[in-house]
Nanobody
């Protein structure tokens, strides 16, 4: 069983930066692919970024070049550094764990087994 706790959300002006953190519990945290998803009102939950235990990462096209995902296995924490934020980045950001994949990053939300409570990110224009 994995428990994920997110922090770092809030409001920021367009062009600003924000860093989200997700601290996880569980004996096998370092084996899991950790991902970030986001959901805007009325929209489907979409993939943002994910990272394997070894640090291999994948980012969705809309955030490439602006967001960076990283993890600290010793702290059981995954981070999402968001730079050059745009209003389109607004939404609830969820941390998620894919317990079945440690090498391959999967982008579909249905593959992820555990989810954080979500943290709101609002980017104003």
């Amino acid at each position: 069983q994995v428990q994920l706790v997110e922090s770092g959300g809030g409001s920021v002006q367009a062009g600003g930066s924000m860093r989200l953190s997700c601290e996880g519990s569980g004996r096998a945290f370092s084996d899991y692919v950790m991902g970030w998803f986001r959901q805007a009102p009325g929209n489907e939950r979409e993939f943002v970024a994910a990272i394997t235990w070894s640090g291999n990462s994948k980012l969705s096209d809309p955030v490439k070049g602006r967001f960076t995902i990283s993890r600290d296995n010793a702290k059981s924490t995954v981070y999402l550094q968001m730079d050059s934020l745009k209003p389109e980045d607004t939404g609830v950001y969820y941390c998620a764990a894919d317990t079945a994949a440690s090498v391959i990053v999967r982008v579909a939300a249905g593959f992820y087994d555990y989810w954080g409570q979500g943290t709101q990110v609002t980017v104003s224009s």
